[in-house]
C-alpha cells in the first residue's frame, strides 16, 4: 500500500510539473499584453497626464504594487489553513481572474472613443478585482506548489516556468509592436485587441494550473477564529528572525516600484523615443527574463535563493543608475534597462518563492505566504508615490530615491540565512 501511495504522489508530481510550466508559459505570454510597465501607462497617456493615475494603475496591477491582492490574503489564510484540499478556491479565483481581460476588451473597444471616463474607471475596476482574486488565489497557489515541488526541484521549476514563458512573451512583444505601430488597426482598437490577446493565453494557463492534482499533507485539525489567528501570525514574526529580516528585504526591494510604471513614459517624454519601441522594450524585458531563469534557476538549486536576491537586488541598482545617466542621444541605451528589468524581475520573483516555500513549515505555510503579501503593503503604494514625485519634483530625484533604498536591501540582504543551510 505505501509503494503504491509513493508511485500515485510521484505521478502526481510529475503531472502538476508539467501543467505548472504549461501555466507559467501561457500566463507570462498573456500578461504581457496587459504589462502594467509598458502597454498600460501609454494607454492612460490617450487619456489623461496624470502620472499619479499611471502610479495607480500600477499600485493595483503592477510587479510592485498589487495594493488589492494584498487586501485579502490573511483573510483566505485563516479561512482554508485548516483545510486538506484548496484547489476548489484556486479554481474559482482564477476564473474571476481570466474574465477580468475580456471585460477590460470589451469596454476599451466600446466607450474609449467617446467615454473616456468609463474607459478609466472600468480598466482601474477590473485591474483591481484581478489583484484582488490574484491575492486570493497566491495562498492555494503556494500551498500546492509547496505540498507537490521538492525543495531541490523548485529553482528548476520556477525558472523553467519563466524561462518559455519569457520566450512567449518575446513574441508577445513583437505583436504588440506590431498592433500599435500599423496603420490598419487604430486606436482603440488596437488596446481592445491586446487586451482580447491577453484573455484568451490567460484563460489557457488557467486551464492548466486549474488541472493540478493537489496532494495531501498535514494541517491543523481545525480552523482558528481570525482574532486568534493574526495573533500566530504575529508571533511568526517575533519568532522567526530569519522571515523578519526576509520581509524587510522584501520591502526595500520592492522600492523599484517607485519608478518602475514611468520608465516607458521617461522614454517617450524625456528621451523621444517612438511609441512602436513599447515592443522592443517588452521583448527586451522578456529576453532578461527568459535569459536569466537558467541562470537563476541553477543558481538557486545549487547556492541557494539567498544569492538570487542579492544579485537580483545589485541588478536593480544598476537599473536605477542607467536611468539617471541616459541622455537623449542615447536613449537606445533603455533597451539594456529594461533587459535588466526583466533579468531582476525574475530574480526576485524565482528567489522569493523558494526563500519562503524552504522556510515555512508546512503547517503554517499559508500564514507565512499571507504575511508576506499583507506586509508589503507599503510597497504597493510606491507606484503613487512615484507619480506624486514626478508630478511635483522631477524624474531624477525618484531615480536616486528608488537607488538609496534599493541599496538599504541590498545591504539587509547579507543578514539573511540560507533556509536549507540554516
Not at 137 to 148: C, E, L, R, S, Y
Not at 316 to 344: D, K, M, R, W
Not at 359 to 377: E, H, I, K, M, Q
Amino acid at each position: 500500500m505505501k509503494d503504491d501511495n509513493e508511485k500515485k504522489l510521484k505521478s502526481h508530481s510529475k503531472f502538476n510539473f508539467r501543467m505548472g510550466i504549461l501555466h507559467g508559459i501561457f500566463y507570462t505570454g498573456g500578461i504581457a499584453f496587459g504589462s502594467s510597465n509598458t502597454v498600460l501607462p501609454v494607454f492612460l497617456d490617450h487619456f489623461t497626464g496624470s502620472r499619479i493615475l499611471v502610479g495607480l494603475s500600477s499600485s493595483i496591477m503592477g510587479k510592485g504594487g498589487n495594493i488589492a491582492g494584498v487586501l485579502p490574503q490573511l483573510f483566505v489564510a485563516s479561512r482554508i489553513e485548516h483545510k486538506v484540499y484548496k484547489r476548489p478556491l484556486l479554481r474559482k479565483a482564477i476564473t474571476v481572474r481570466a474574465l477580468c481581460w475580456a471585460a477590460l476588451a470589451l469596454v476599451t473597444y466600446f466607450f474609449a472613443v467617446n467615454y473616456s471616463l468609463i474607459t478609466v474607471l472600468g480598466l482601474f475596476l477590473f485591474l483591481a478585482l484581478f489583484t484582488f482574486m490574484g491575492g486570493v488565489a497566491v495562498i492555494p497557489f503556494m500551498d500546492i506548489w509547496g505540498k507537490t515541488i521538492p525543495s531541490k526541484l523548485r529553482g528548476k521549476f520556477f525558472g523553467y516556468r519563466q524561462l518559455f514563458g519569457g520566450i512567449l512573451a518575446i513574441g508577445t512583444g513583437i505583436i504588440v509592436k506590431f498592433i500599435l505601430n500599423s496603420d490598419k488597426i487604430s486606436f482603440p482598437d488596437n488596446y481592445a485587441l491586446l487586451f482580447l490577446f491577453a484573455f484568451i493565453l490567460i484563460s489557457i494557463s488557467y486551464f492548466a494550473l486549474g488541472s493540478v492534482k493537489e496532494p495531501v499533507a498535514e494541517v491543523h485539525k481545525e480552523r482558528l477564529p481570525f482574532g486568534k489567528f493574526l495573533n500566530k501570525a504575529l508571533k511568526i514574526i517575533k519568532r522567526d528572525k530569519n522571515y523578519t529580516r526576509f520581509l524587510i528585504v522584501r520591502i526595500f526591494s520592492g522600492a523599484i516600484a517607485l519608478s518602475l510604471p514611468f520608465y516607458v513614459l521617461y522614454a517617450k517624454d524625456v528621451l523621444k523615443v517612438k511609441l512602436d519601441m513599447i515592443g522592443i522594450f517588452i521583448s527586451a524585458q522578456m529576453l532578461g527574463m527568459v535569459i536569466s531563469n537558467i541562470f537563476w534557476a541553477h543558481m538557486s538549486d545549487f547556492l541557494g535563493s539567498k544569492k538570487v536576491i542579492q544579485i537580483s537586488i545589485f541588478l536593480g541598482i544598476l537599473i536605477q543608475l542607467i536611468a539617471c545617466f541616459t541622455p537623449e542621444h542615447l536613449s537606445f541605451l533603455f533597451v539594456v534597462l529594461f533587459f535588466l528589468i526583466g533579468f531582476f524581475m525574475s530574480g526576485c520573483k524565482i528567489g522569493k518563492n523558494i526563500f519562503l516555500l524552504d522556510l515555512a513549515p508546512s503547517r503554517n505555510r499559508p500564514t507565512y505566504v499571507s504575511l508576506d503579501g499583507t506586509l508589503r503593503l507599503p510597497v504597493a503604494l510606491f507606484p503613487v508615490i512615484g507619480g506624486f514625485m514626478i508630478q511635483y519634483t522631477g524624474w531624477h530625484l525618484l531615480f536616486i530615491l528608488t537607488l538609496l533604498i534599493l541599496s538599504l536591501g541590498f545591504i539587509m540582504s547579507f543578514y539573511l540565512q540560507e533556509p536549507r543551510t540554516g
